[in-house]
C-alpha cells in the first residue's frame, strides 16, 4: 500500500466509462489532462500536457458517472501508480494511473463552459 497521494487540476478527455467488476464493484475510469506552462532559457512561454488515468470506485465513482463529462474541470486527489509496458509494435508505454479518494468537480459542466 502507498503512503503517498497526489492532487491535480486538469480537464476530462472524454466522459467516464464505469463498468462493474465481477463482484459487482461499481469502477468509474476518466483521463484528465493536466497542463502545465513555464518560460524556457530564452523567456518564450511554453506548454505540455500530461494525460493522467483516474479509477474512482463505489459512490465516488458513481457520481462521477452521472456528474462528469469531457472537458468538465476537476481536482483529484488519489494514490498514483506508474505502470510501464512494451506494445505490440514493440514501443516502449508509461502511464500513470490515480486511485482517487476524492473528486471536486470545479465548474458547472454546462455545454460551452471555456476555461
Known sequence: ???????????????????YTPEGRLVANFRVAVNRRWKNAQGETQEATEWVEVAA??????????????????????RPE????IGKDGEAHAALRVTAREVQFLDSGREGDGE
Open 57 to 78: 470506485w463505489g459512490s465516488l465513482g458513481e457520481l462521477c458517472d452521472q456528474y462528469l463529462k469531457k472537458g468538465r474541470r476537476v481536482w483529484v486527489r488519489g
Open 1 to 19: 500500500m502507498s503512503l503517498y497521494e497526489m492532487q491535480f487540476i486538469g480537464r476530462l478527455g472524454a466522459d467516464p466509462e464505469a463498468r
Open 82 to 85: 506508474a505502470r510501464a509496458w
